[in-house]
């Protein structure tokens, strides 16, 4: 389907409806190239994107490395203490300068030698003196805007974006309460899933296939006609409700709750949503943080980071407990990939007809009708 076929908006009809009468989107939103090309533009090159916490490079030299929409970036810790992130792409050639994630104390082009600094400054540039007019200065990995709320790390590729202050801000009036910057991650589980992202991100946030896609993993406890959502702007929302701890017999994994929950009930619990990529989940213990970076139109990488408060990590049976979270964590993922190929499969089969939502596909949505507003309103 032609993509100005979308833009005139006849192709949303369904989902433009009320909740009570929508439908979902057409499968060539998940499909199509052509769409995925625009929603770099629009989306993955514009807004503020979540890459991590910043407890997972603690020291000078620390860095890691990630690509977003295909677009490399390098995120390093100077010897100041502060955090810059950059471009992963040589001045000189283009070739990337660093590669995972590791210490260093500086950057070197694999292909011709040329050296930068841990805030992306060229420093060494073989045979470059006798090149007349040639400013080392005036050359460097170039610089992407970064930002830090509660731990969690942000970039923007847009130079004229909104501060992440106000971006985060609907956010914050709802998970500020968190307090999270003094967790850490304990630890991350990565899987590429054969799916758009889009399918990623609606699945985090649909609470109706718990029951069935999960139920010893997660369904457990919890009913998706129980959880009241709060909508939220761009796309975003916001829960709380009851749902008994994984482990340790219904109790917190370490008999003890964060401090900022102090006072709450042990199966308190919640989850929010910021578009496009951050999705987080909360308990009285512990906090997880889900991200999703497209690859590809039809492939999605996802990174899930559990988080815990520091002062839990000197716990003797803190590893033991932490491989039984990521164990669990591991199967449920698993459940997922394979039924998130299934949808991605059928985004692309003729006969597939968008169906009707449910009441409790409320998040999904806001986020679908935020999505068609900012990807084709415009035109």
């Not at 540039?125 to 969690?152: H, N, S, T």
């Not at 946030?205 to 909508?231: C, Q, R, S, W, Y």
């Not at 939220?232 to 003890?256: C, K, L």
């Not at 910021?274 to 039809?298: A, G, K, R």
Request: with cysteine; glycine share 8%; proline share 6%.
């Amino acid at each position: 389907m032609a993509l100005a076929e979308f833009i005139n908006g006849a192709e949303f009809a369904g989902l433009r409806e009320p909740l009570s009468r929508a439908s979902h989107v057409p499968g060539s939103i998940y499909s199509s190239p052509e769409i995925y090309a625009l929603e770099k533009e629009r989306i993955w090159m514009r807004d503020w994107l979540c890459v991590g916490r910043d407890d997972e490079i603690p020291e000078p030299g620390d860095f890691m490395t990630w690509r977003i929409a295909d677009e490399p970036i390098i995120l390093a810790r100077d010897t100041q203490g502060e955090i810059n992130a950059f471009v992963n792409v040589c001045a000189h050639r283009g070739a990337e300068v660093a590669q995972g994630k590791g210490n260093t104390s500086e950057f070197s082009c694999p292909y011709h030698g040329w050296l930068y600094d841990l805030t992306g400054k060229l420093v060494g540039a073989p045979y470059m003196k006798e090149v007349e007019g040639f400013d080392p200065a005036r050359c460097r990995l170039k610089p992407i805007r970064f930002g830090i709320w509660q731990g969690f790390m942000f970039i923007n590729f847009d130079e004229g974006c909104q501060s992440l202050t106000d971006f985060v801000a609907p956010f914050a009036e709802d998970f500020g309460f968190l307090e999270m910057g003094d967790l850490a991650v304990a630890a991350t589980l990565e899987v590429e899933f054969n799916c758009n992202w889009k399918l990623v991100a609606e699945n985090a946030m649909d609470n109706l296939h718990i029951a069935v896609v999960h139920p010893v993993t997660l369904g457990a406890g919890i009913k998706a006609e129980d959880v009241d959502i709060k909508l939220s702007q761009r796309g975003g929302y916001s829960s709380f409700y009851a749902h008994e701890p994984r482990f340790n017999n219904h109790q917190p994994m370490f008999g003890e709750h964060m401090d900022s929950q102090i006072g709450r009930p042990a199966n308190f619990a919640g989850a929010g949503f910021m578009s496009p990529n951050f999705q987080l989940f909360t308990y009285c213990d512990n906090v997880e943080l889900s991200m999703h970076w497209p690859i590809d139109v039809d492939r999605t990488r996802h990174t899930i980071s559990i988080i815990f408060p520091k002062k839990f990590f000197d716990r003797p049976d803190f590893a033991e407990r932490i491989q039984e979270y990521y164990d669990t964590e591991t199967q449920t993922v698993g459940e997922d990939a394979e039924m998130v190929r299934s949808l991605q499969r059928a985004m692309s089969v003729r006969a597939f007809v968008p169906g009707r939502m449910s009441r409790v596909e409320k998040p999904i949505h806001n986020l679908l009708n935020y999505y068609v507003e900012r990807m084709f309103a415009a035109g």
